[in-house]
Nanobody, 123 residues
């Protein structure tokens, strides 16, 4: 089971990035996938999640209206479109998988984790 996060980079405030979480070794459509992020000196925090069916989607309040999570089971990939980025969004972003999950916000509910991709928002 592998999850590979990519798409991070340096972007100016107000800019956009799209993160991808490519999965392999399991049937993506059976898994909820979430994005978490961790800034230096802070705990890893929930950002967004999509349940196994794709019908339930959750966001932390700080990103509502700016970030969109989506999944393409045929491509074994989950995306996080991030618009109107702010310096406070700077962090390492991780994707995580939960078999049969309903899109939990709890880090401990996720069994599989990708390696993270750095997002830096700065002028």
């Amino acid at each position: 089971v592998q999850l590979q996060a990519s798409g991070g980079g340096l972007v100016q405030p107000g800019g956009s990035l799209r993160l991808s979480c490519a999965t392999s070794g399991f049937t993506l459509e059976h898994y909820a996938i979430a994005w978490f992020r961790q800034a230096p000196g802070r705990e890893r925090e929930f950002v967004a999640a999509i349940d196994w069916s794709g019908t339930r989607i959750y966001y932390t309040d700080a990103v509502k209206g700016r970030f969109t999570i989506s999944r393409d089971n045929a491509k074994n990939t989950v995306y996080l479109q991030m618009n109107s980025l702010e310096p406070e969004d700077t962090a390492v972003y991780y994707c995580a998988g939960d078999l049969g999950g309903d899109g939990s916000r709890v880090r401990e509910d996720y069994d599989y984790w990708g390696q993270g991709t750095q997002v830096t928002v700065s002028s």
